[in-house]
């Protein structure tokens, strides 16, 4: 895949710049926002409730994007828990939030890229996903879109795949109580799973999932 624009992020100015528009970022500084190891979907929930709280009028502009594939094994690169030059890493799965703020310009916020908070949609999918094409099947991405307000309504986790058979951490958890819902405690895998014909929002091939958002010159 290839896709060619010219983006910047003026991060002194602490603006962002797409032709002659000038887009405020929606969250404060990186090591603002709430961050756990490990823990991205309670990461990304959380930016998603600092929105519905100090803009909701923009919350219908943002995304929940998770990140798997059948066999749980999706490259990325640009992580910061990469540890070679590249900064690869194969997580089981991923999440990312997106800020699509008008027909031209898509923003991803991901607390675990060493790419900038934020980047814009091209650069980060150029750098961070690359391309399928000279990958094996077992590792081609495949990404499950649901609206930001959606997530908030209805995603619930009880940290069980944070823990070991006999009960302890693999990751220390979050400070705070674990997500949940009127009518769930735990739906995190209905999330990661990829069939197109089950689960909340939409899934997309890589591809597909560029089209959705990358609307530059269209």
Same mark, same amino acid.
């Given at each position: 895949?290839?896709?060619? &624009?010219?983006? +910047?992020?003026?991060?002194? &100015?602490?603006?962002?710049?797409?032709?002659?528009?000038?887009?405020?970022?929606?969250?404060?500084?990186?090591?603002?926002?709430?961050?756990?190891?490990?823990?991205?979907?309670?990461?990304?929930?959380?930016?998603?409730?600092?929105?519905?709280?100090?803009?909701?009028?923009?919350?219908?502009?943002?995304?929940?994007?998770?990140?798997?594939?059948?066999?749980?094994?999706?490259?990325?690169?640009?992580?910061?828990?990469?540890?070679?030059?590249?900064?690869?890493?194969?997580?089981?799965?991923?999440?990312?939030?997106?800020?699509?703020?008008?027909?031209?310009?898509?923003?991803?916020?991901?607390?675990?890229?060493?790419?900038?908070?934020?980047?814009?949609?091209?650069?980060?999918?150029?750098?961070?996903?690359?391309?399928?094409?000279?990958?094996?099947?077992?590792?081609?991405? @495949?990404?499950?879109?649901?609206? &930001?307000?959606?997530?908030?309504?209805?995603?619930?986790?009880?940290?069980?795949?944070?823990?070991?058979?006999?009960?302890?951490?693999?990751?220390?958890?979050?400070?705070?109580? &674990?997500?949940?819902?009127?009518?769930?405690? +735990?739906?995190?895998?209905?999330?990661?799973?990829?069939?197109?014909?089950?689960?909340?929002?939409?899934?997309?091939?890589?591809?597909?999932?560029?089209?959705? @958002?990358?609307?530059?010159?269209?």
């Amino acid at each position: 895949m290839s896709v060619n &624009a010219q983006m +910047h992020l003026n991060s002194n &100015a602490n603006i962002i710049k797409s032709d002659k528009t000038i887009i405020k970022p929606l969250f404060p500084k990186r090591e603002e926002c709430s961050h756990v190891s490990c823990y991205c979907e309670e990461n990304v929930w959380k930016l998603c409730q600092d929105v519905s709280l100090r803009v909701p009028e923009e919350l219908d502009r943002c995304y929940v994007v998770f990140i798997s594939n059948p066999c749980r094994t999706v490259p990325l690169w640009k992580q910061r828990a990469g540890r070679e030059e590249d900064r690869l890493v194969i997580w089981d799965y991923h999440v990312i939030f997106l800020y699509s703020v008008d027909i031209k310009s898509c923003l991803v916020y991901d607390l675990d890229s060493e790419l900038p908070f934020p980047t814009f949609f091209h650069k980060y999918v150029t750098e961070t996903f690359r391309t399928d094409q000279v990958l094996k099947s077992d590792f081609h991405r @495949f990404f499950r879109v649901v609206t &930001a307000k959606q997530f908030l309504q209805l995603f619930s986790s009880d940290r069980r795949h944070m823990k070991r058979p006999d009960g302890s951490w693999i990751k220390p958890p979050p400070p705070y109580p &674990a997500i949940s819902t009127s009518v769930s405690t +735990h739906n995190l895998d209905e999330y990661i799973n990829m069939d197109v014909d089950t689960g909340p929002g939409q899934v997309y091939n890589l591809t597909d999932f560029v089209q959705r @958002f990358y609307k530059i010159n269209k």
